[in-house]
Structures are given as C-alpha cells and as structure tokens.
Antibody
C-alpha cells in the first residue's frame, strides 16, 4: 500500500533553514504530483506547495513563496521541501500528500513531521 | 482565492444520531462543462493525518462507511454522518479544487460525542 514517511523536522531558529524529506513507496512515484500541507499547532490545514509528476511545474502558497522550494528525486522516490528564512509562523506539522490525478485531491498522506521555529 | 467557510466550528452529537457539517465557498465550484462540483471532504482523527472521505461533493472513497454522505452544489455543501459512531470523533475539513493552486481548505469542524 501507499506509504509516505516524512523526516527532517526539528527545532530551528528564526531566519535559519531546514530541509524536509518524504520517502514514498507502494505506488509509481514518478506518475503523481505531490504536495506539502502544513498544520500549525491546534489549527487547520494550510496547503503549502505542489510539484508535478516530472518536477517540471511547482506552485506555492503566497505565505511561503520565495522562501520555500519543493523538489523531487524520482530515482529515489523522495520528495523534498527546502525551507529558508524560517519564521515563527512556519511552526507546524508538515505533511506530504499524494495527488489523485493532478486535481489537488489528496488521496494519501504521511504522518507528518513537526517543525518548530523558535529562538 | 476561493475562501471556504465551515459551520459550525464544533458540534456535539449523541451516539447514533445525525451530525451535519456545512461548507460554503466564496464562489461556485461547479464546473458547468462536466456538471461536477470540485469539493472534497477529509476526516482528521486526533493525532492522525487527514484522510480523504469524499470527492466530487458526494462520491465516497473506497472503504468509507455509507453513514458518511456528501451533498450540495455550487457554493453550499453538507457532510452528513448518519448514526454517529464513537470512531467518528474527528475534525472534518472541506476543500475546493475548482481553482488551483491553492486547493483551499475550510477551517475545520470538530465533531464530538454528547
């Protein structure tokens, strides 16, 4: 079955960088778009970024545009999120999620990794 | 961006009773060319990631119990849990995928047992 396993979260100071990874298995990785969605403590879901199946297209939420970069390595079945210039408001659990068919319906989710931005 | 507004923020329902969650979009998510509503519902149980329940406003995912149903069209949608079970305690989110990016979520509705 589909498995998505995030890693790379932790405590980081404001202004610093962090890279998240999401290791995927159980499906043809190179055939699906992938997303990052975050959830601040006690809050709702916020879509962060998406990358197309072949990595040729990326889109970002306005709140992270210019600071975060989504990427993928189809040879390693791994999705990444490079987060630069981190702010306190970026504190959240970050989920990677598999797209159904390019329509932003998120059919499979990882367990998430917690990023805490604090001095 | 399309804004999704859910109501109520929380509700408490007795076991076996009906729970109703509402979702309103700031503009229509009905695509006229295929007559489909680009609206999904997700369930998030405590300590777990979200799970897709329903897409196209009313199409249940495989394995989702039939006590969960979705209805509505255009800008107004409803998720109904007919006969609430203890395992249905969760936060429920609607999401529009008519205009992407982003695929905006509602703020969530917490369903509890009375």
């Amino acid at each position: 079955q589909v498995q998505l396993v995030e890693s790379g979260g932790g405590v980081v100071q404001p202004g610093r960088s962090l890279r998240l990874s999401c290791a995927a298995s159980g499906f043809t990785f190179s055939s699906y778009g992938l997303h990052w969605v975050r959830q601040a403590p006690g809050k709702g879901l916020e879509w962060v970024a998406v990358i197309s199946y072949d990595g040729s297209n990326e889109y970002y939420a306005d709140s992270v545009k210019g600071r975060f970069t989504i990427s993928r390595d189809n040879s390693k079945n791994t999705l990444y999120l490079q987060m630069n210039s981190l702010r306190a408001e970026d504190t959240a659990v970050y989920y990677c999620a598999k797209d159904r068919s390019g329509d932003y319906v998120l059919v499979s989710w990882g367990q998430g990794t917690l990023v805490t931005v604090s001095s | 961006d399309i804004v999704m507004t859910q109501s109520p923020e929380s509700l408490a329902v007795s076991l076996g009773e009906r729970a109703t969650v509402n979702c309103k979009s700031s503009q229509s998510v009905l695509y006229s060319s295929n007559n489909k509503n680009y609206l999904a519902w997700y369930q998030q149980k405590p300590g777990q990631p979200p799970k897709l329940l329903i897409s196209w406003a009313s199409t249940r995912e495989s394995g989702v119990p039939d006590r969960f149903s979705g209805s509505g069209s255009g800008t107004d949608f409803t998720l109904t849990i007919s006969g609430l079970q203890a395992e249905d305690v969760a936060v429920y989110y609607c999401q529009q995928y008519y205009t992407t990016p982003p695929g905006t979520f509602g703020q969530g509705t917490k369903v509890e047992i009375k």
